[in-house]
Structure formats: C-alpha cells, structure tokens
C-alpha cells in the first residue's frame, strides 16, 4: 500500500510539474517568435528558417504538455522549488537552437538562401558544437554573461538580439515573464514566483505584481537606450547594451565589451543603468511613485550605494599602490592622457583618474553582476589583491528583488549584524530578553534565529559549490592560468556576474564548460531548488531512497 501511495504522489507531482513547464515553454517559443522580426529588419533571410524551428519545437512540447496535464493540482513549495531548477534547464537547453540552428544553416549554405560569405565566421562556427550553444543559452538567460564568442561584433545582428534578449528576459526571470503573460488566478502563481529567489510583493496579487515590474523594467530600458545614445554609443549597440547593462547581464556586440569605445562619456552613462538594476523592484516602484525616502531608509539600498563606494575605495588603492597604470608600468603619459572638459591629464593626474575610472566601473560592473568589461587587462595586469576584490563583489552581489546574482546583501548583512547579536550574547544573563532589529524590523531572538540560519546556509552552500567549481577547473584548464584568476572565473559563473580572466572561450574543455554552466545554473536560483530537484532525481532512479 505504501508503494502504490508513494507511486500515485509522485504521479500527481510529474503532473503539476509537466504542466507548468509546458506554460514556460509556451512563452520560450514565443519570445523566438518575436525575434523574428530582428532578421526581417536587418534582411538576415538565411536566420528565419532556424528561428522557426526554434520557436516551433518548444511550443509544440509546451503546448502538449499543458493540455495533458492542465487539471494537475497546483504545485506546492516543493513543486515549485523543483519547477523553477529544471524549468531553468529546459529554457537553457531549448534557448540553445538558435545558436545551433543558424550556426548549420551557415555551415550548409543552401543556395536558395542567398548567404553572404562574410556570415560564416569562427565565432559562428564556434556555435555548431552543441556544448557551445547551451554554454551561450544558459549564460544569456541566467543574466551571467560569460560567452563562448571570439568576437561578437561578426556575428549576425539575430544572433546578437538572441543573446541580448535571453539576458533581458533572463534579468527579471522566466517565471516571472511566464507569470505575466500566462497569468492564472491561485496561490500558484505565487509559489513559482518565491520559488525564483523572489519573495517581496508591490501588490497583493502576484500576477499585478509581476506586470508592474515589467513595466518598471521596459520604462528603465527605454531610458538606458536614450542614456547610451545621448553618451555616443551608435543606437543598435545602445539597445542591446542597454538590455544587458539593466538586466546585469553583460553580453556585448563589440569584440572587447565596453573597451571597445574608450569613452569616458559612456562608461559614466552606464554605472546609473547598472546601478538601476542592482536596486529591488518594490523600491523602484516606490521611487516612481515619489517615495524618495526609501533611497536611503532601506537597508539594501543604503548599502548598495556603501558597498560600491567602499568596494571602489579599496580597489582604486589597490590599483594605484601596484602602479597598474603608472607610466613605468608601460602607460606612457601620451597614452593616458585624457579630456576633461578643457583640462589635459598626464602625469600622476593621470595615473589616479585611470585608477579611478577602471577601478569604479570594474567594481560598479562586479558587484551588480553585470559583468561589462572595460579594463581588458584585468587576468594578467591586475594584480591579485585586485582581481580578488573584484571577486568578492561578484561573490557578495547587490540587492535581493532586483536582478542580481551572488549571495545578497541582506544576507552579508543579516550574518555580520547576526554573529555580533550571539557574541554580545554570551555576556548577557540567559534571563536577558533581547530584539534583533533587521532591516526596520524587530525581531525576536527565535526570528533572528531563522533569519541567521538561512542567511548562514546559503552563504554555506555558495562557498561549498564555488569550491567545487575551482576544484574542477583547475583539473582542467592550462597551467598558465593563476589560481586567483581560476577562482575570479568560477565566482563569475556562480555570480552570474560574466567578467572573465581569459579562461571561458570555445577551447576551454567540455568538462570546465559543463562545470560552470552548472555554477551558472545553481547561482541564478540559489542553490537550494537545484537540491532539491537533484534529490527528486535521485530518488526516482532509486540511487538512493527517500
């Protein structure tokens, strides 16, 4: 009898699950659709046939699987928890056919599709390795960054938009996207939208909630685009770095990220978008509704601007102390020299503004998890000290509810301001009746017990993953590379943030390839879903019981 109970709970579990993700990949298929229109602007013809065929495959699977089971029950916390981990693999293995797709549609050339010579590049060529493509996919829609291209600016204006795209849908989430667009009354809609590292509401109904965060989202896009624009960058790389540089994504069009412009304009005009992105949705809203005073009343937002400005501090000095960018470390004066305004900077002026400008921008682009790149010699230049500081904004990240990567402020904070709670503690009478105040709240010391165990467990199992992550790189990639810029590479992926010491490209081993996928994978949704559905997996198969 327990056999037959246990068989028809599982029964009834697949099916809830089969059915919302046959919702997401309903709206996969879709978003492809969409993209459709990119080729026909640009008369990239040859792209439309392996659209379509991307597009079609997850809809139809999307489109079975809901009708199948759309009278399944509504899923639970562990449904949701399991939905959201292998819903995130699915969208990333699917989102991976365009790469695929187009990239042998190049390779075989039907005349009928009239294919300019000048399409078919490595970098494109690059995406008719499977490992490749849902490398790119899962780095686009996760919102990391890290990219398998030699050059993105040869690549088709599709396939640019494809991956611009997977990040700005990626940056505020695929279930979210799905909640929006596929709305249904029910506590299921708010079970898979926690289940997405999300847990602050601006409405009370979820699916209102979800709708004005992307109309929060595409008002800060459209301004990002203008911002970029009115700075120089030429309106298509504005778009499509605007899409990224909100989201905290970080793909580029241009060969070396934002280095490619070296513009000081630009790279200013990006910090406020990056900055936007890394602040939770419900103050935004608040904001636009002329609340000002949750820019500084709130806890995360406070120290999203204290942790930039320290982190920036600290790795400016660092720059500076090691002459990165001293004339004697081959940055001649004539080289460095900059316009501001009317004033000429050389010398050791010179010197602190580079520091100052690589060092804001690089830390800025870290801890937001952004990942755009505008110092090109960050693997080999920068010093260690400097490389890690960088790391530990990719490991620390911004705030919770906007559309970071990393552990979380509030986390960092609830750990530091929850170990000196237990310390002071111990030299109080356990008769002592104590509140621990968090973010405006006060707490009860059971409160704060929860708050500090889930605080300390995630950051736990990030250390533990982002170790295992090193471990398999460094069994793997060249010897040349340092241990520091093996463990910058592996935050990076796990982050979700996409700056890169050189490691990540097409030639790196599949294995370190399906490595950081994995810390890509588990990062965007904090861990603990990917367990839980690895545990689900697990128990199916019988590797071990329940």
Known sequence: ????????????????????????????GGLVFVSIL???????????????????????????????????????????????????????????LPFLLIAWTVAADPSVLSIPSAVDTETLAAFRHPTNAFFESMSGFTGTGLTMTDDESVLPHTLQWWRSFTEWVGGVGVIVLTTAILARPGSGSLTLYESEARSEKIHPSIVSTVRTIWWIFLLFTFFSILLLWVAGMPLWEAINHAMTGLATGGFSVTDASIATYDSVAIDLALIPVMILGSIAFPIHYLVLQGDLRHLYEDLQTRWVFGFFALGTLLLVGFLLNNGTYAPTNGYAPDTVSLFVGAVVLDGAAAEAFTAARYGLFQFVSAASCTGFQTATNLG?????????????????????????????????????????????????????????????????????TREF?????????????LGLGLVALLLTVPSSFTLENVVFEVASAQGNVGLSTGITGPDM?????????????????????????????????EVYPA
């Open 380 to 448: 080999t230049a920068w010093s260690a000290e400097s490389q890690l500081t960088v790391a530990l904004g990719m490991i620390v990240g911004a705030a919770a509810g906007s559309t970071v990567g990393g552990i979380k402020l509030v986390r960092a904070l609830t750990l530091v301001k929850g170990t000196v709670f237990r310390i002071r503690g111990v030299f109080l009478p356990d008769s002592a009746i104590r509140t621990f105040r968090l973010d405006g709240r006060a707490l009860t010391e059971d409160e704060a």
């Open 509 to 541: 081993p599949w294995i370190a390839k399906l490595a950081l996928v994995f810390n890509m994978w588990i990062g965007r949704l904090e861990i603990i879903p990917v367990l839980v559905l690895l545990r689900a997996v697990f128990t199916r198969l």
């Open 38 to 96: 990119v080729p026909l602007v640009w008369g990239e013809f040859y792209a439309i046939p392996g659209l379509l065929v991307a597009g079609a495959v997850p809809l139809a699977i999307g489109r079975v699987l809901w009708r199948r089971y759309r009278d399944a029950p509504e899923p639970g916390k562990l449904h949701g928890m399991m939905i959201a981990a292998s819903g995130w693999l699915l969208v990333g293995t699917f989102g991976s």
């Open 1 to 28: 009898m327990r056999t037959v109970g246990r068989c028809a709970y599982m029964n009834g579990r697949f099916a809830t699950i089969a059915r919302d993700l046959g919702r997401m990949l309903q709206a996969l």
């Open 453 to 465: 165990e889930e605080a300390a467990i995630i950051a736990f199992l990030w250390v533990v993953f």
